[in-house]
């Protein structure tokens, strides 16, 4: 079954404390993998596209990476204005349907 | 500034009514998307269109409808059929080709009394 799986469901940094948020998949044919950041009550915002494994891409704070089973997101010393939910996205198949995983609500305090 | 407006963002219904929430894009995307976010679970295609006065059923589009009259403009319909329409709403466009990268609206929040 096609499958989309983020991990943990929740995490609580320090101000600071790095660490790395976990986007599994079990899809046929990838096409793109997309992570997304959602402030409470409002619409997801795009962060990165990742296509084939061994692919980096970094943006302040965030690096994300992709293998071909998984992609990871990760935090380098988070400041509290980090806190939100971050989304999984994944293209796949000759349909390019799209799978979201459920999340990872991460709160940073300071 | 370029984006999506989706109005309205707080929605009460009674019970056997239909309800319309706008979304409204100036992006000149393409492909337009309505999703459904419900606590604990991935968000869920309802509809979409890629492109004007045409428009497909994604994974759960029972007790809902869309139009796309124009390529700005793509309302949906939560109709009395939709046995559990308590949710966010997510509208959402896109450019046809390339990533596909979606560009997603403020959210609309439903609510059945």
């Known amino acids: 079954e096609d499958q989309v799986t983020q991990s943990p469901e929740a995490l609580r940094l320090q101000e600071g404390e790095s660490s790395s948020l976990n986007c599994s998949y079990t899809?046929?044919?990838?096409?793109?993998l997309f992570w997304y950041r959602q402030d409470p009550g409002k619409g997801p915002e795009f962060l990165f596209t990742l296509y084939s494994a061994g692919e980096e891409k970094e943006k302040e704070r965030l690096k994300a990476t992709l293998t071909k089973k998984e992609s990871f997101l990760h935090i380098t010393a988070p400041k509290p204005e980090d806190s939100a939910t971050y989304l999984c996205?994944?293209?796949?198949?000759?349909?390019?349907?799209?799978?979201f995983g459920t999340g990872t609500l991460l709160a940073v305090q300071p | 500034d370029g984006g999506i407006t989706q109005s309205p963002k707080y929605l009460f219904r009674k019970e056997g009514q239909n309800v319309t929430l706008s979304c409204e894009q100036n992006l000149n995307h393409d492909a337009m998307y309505w999703y459904r976010q419900d606590p604990g679970q991935g968000l869920r295609l309802i509809y979409y269109s890629q492109i004007v006065n045409d428009f497909q059923k994604g994974d759960i589009a029972e007790g809902y409808s869309v139009s796309r009259e124009k390529k700005e403009s793509f309302p949906l319909t939560v109709t009395s059929a939709q046995k559990n329409p308590t949710a966010f709403y997510l509208c959402a466009s896109s450019n046809s080709g390339g990533a596909n990268v979606l560009t997603f609206g403020a959210g609309s929040r439903l609510t059945v009394l």
């Open positions: 899809v046929s044919g990838l096409r793109g």
């Open positions: 996205a994944v293209k796949f198949g000759a349909t390019n349907k799209l799978i």
